[in-house]
């Protein structure tokens, strides 16, 4: 896939089209959920140096690792951005970038999304490109109220240069423990949200068909 600059205009066009047609129940839906995310995802902020003290605003390396994200919350991610025309405009720039970014190791990205050929050794490589997240400006999250739980989760207990070769993860209890919570309240919901096909896709291209796809439902 990649996004022409006619598909990435088309999408800022219709976003008030898509608002109107989003339901009253689905819109409530999608807002309970974002409360939940954005609590979680305050509880995990708070969590501070016993997470980690070496993970800091500006410090963005991870986001060019592939974090997947479940229908709930790529929706809440989707009706964030519509809601807010600029951080919309600013992802769909940010992703044409990264799709002809990521066009010459399409095949690398594919491998990366099919749970079939994805191992360690095709996540290293797709990390080794340094290809960030759509969301990612000027070095932090975007979308950090409402980033997904795999993001809210990562941390390191290492300072980022070694991070930018070894990425490492580390989760305390209490880590695990808030985690879990939103997890499972969030896969009560899933079955509300569209699932697509059987790729996963990374956080920000899922966002970015989801709202292809939105487009597609009001022409
Ligand atoms: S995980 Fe590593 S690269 Fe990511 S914010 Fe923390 S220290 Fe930086
Ligand atoms: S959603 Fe935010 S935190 Fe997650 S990878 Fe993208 S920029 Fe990084």
Same mark, same amino acid.
């Given at each position: 896939?990649?996004?022409?600059?006619?598909?990435?205009?088309?999408?800022?066009?219709? @976003?008030?089209?898509?608002?109107?047609?989003?339901?009253?129940?689905?819109?409530?839906?999608?807002?309970?959920?974002?409360?939940?995310? %954005?609590?979680?995802?305050?509880?995990? $902020?708070?969590?501070? $140096?016993?997470?980690?003290?070496?993970?800091?605003?500006?410090?963005?390396?991870? &986001?060019?690792?592939? #974090? *997947?994200?479940?229908?709930?919350?790529?929706?809440?991610?989707? *009706?964030?951005?519509?809601?807010? !025309?600029?951080?919309?405009?600013?992802?769909?720039? +940010?992703?044409?970038?990264?799709?002809?970014?990521?066009?010459?190791? =399409?095949?690398?990205?594919?491998?990366?999304?099919?749970?079939?050929?994805?191992? /360690?050794?095709?996540?290293?490589? #797709?990390?080794?490109?340094?290809? @960030?997240?759509? *969301? +990612?400006?000027?070095?932090? &999250?975007?979308?950090?109220?409402?980033?997904?739980?795999?993001?809210?989760?990562?941390?390191?207990?290492?300072?980022? /240069?070694?991070?930018?070769?070894?990425?490492?993860?580390? =989760? $305390?209890?209490?880590?695990?423990?808030?985690?879990?919570?939103? @997890?499972?309240?969030?896969?009560?919901?899933?079955?509300?949200? !569209?699932?697509?096909?059987?790729?996963?896709? /990374? %956080?920000?291209?899922?966002?970015?068909?989801?709202?292809?796809?939105?487009? /597609?439902?009001? $022409?």
């Amino acid at each position: 896939m990649i996004l022409s600059d006619a598909a990435a205009r088309l999408i800022a066009e219709r @976003r008030e089209a898509i608002l109107v047609r989003a339901g009253a129940g689905h819109r409530s839906l999608v807002g309970e959920c974002a409360d939940r995310i %954005v609590a979680h995802n305050v509880r995990m $902020t708070g969590l501070g $140096t016993r997470a980690s003290k070496f993970c800091a605003r500006g410090c963005a390396r991870c &986001c060019a690792m592939i #974090f *997947f994200a479940s229908p709930a919350e790529v929706e809440v991610i989707a *009706f964030h951005l519509l809601e807010r !025309p600029e951080l919309l405009r600013v992802f769909l720039l +940010n992703s044409l970038e990264r799709e002809r970014m990521i066009l010459p190791h =399409e095949g690398l990205y594919r491998r990366c999304q099919a749970a079939t050929l994805c191992d /360690d050794a095709n996540l290293a490589a #797709f990390y080794a490109l340094d290809i @960030r997240c759509a *969301f +990612n400006v000027e070095g932090a &999250c975007a979308i950090y109220p409402v980033r997904p739980l795999a993001c809210s989760l990562y941390n390191s207990i290492v300072p980022a /240069d070694v991070c930018a070769v070894e990425p490492k993860a580390y =989760e $305390t209890e209490e880590m695990r423990m808030h985690h879990g919570d939103a @997890r499972r309240w969030l896969a009560g919901h899933v079955r509300s949200f !569209p699932v697509r096909d059987g790729q996963r896709l /990374d %956080v920000s291209r899922k966002v970015l068909v989801r709202l292809i796809d939105l487009v /597609d439902s009001v $022409t």
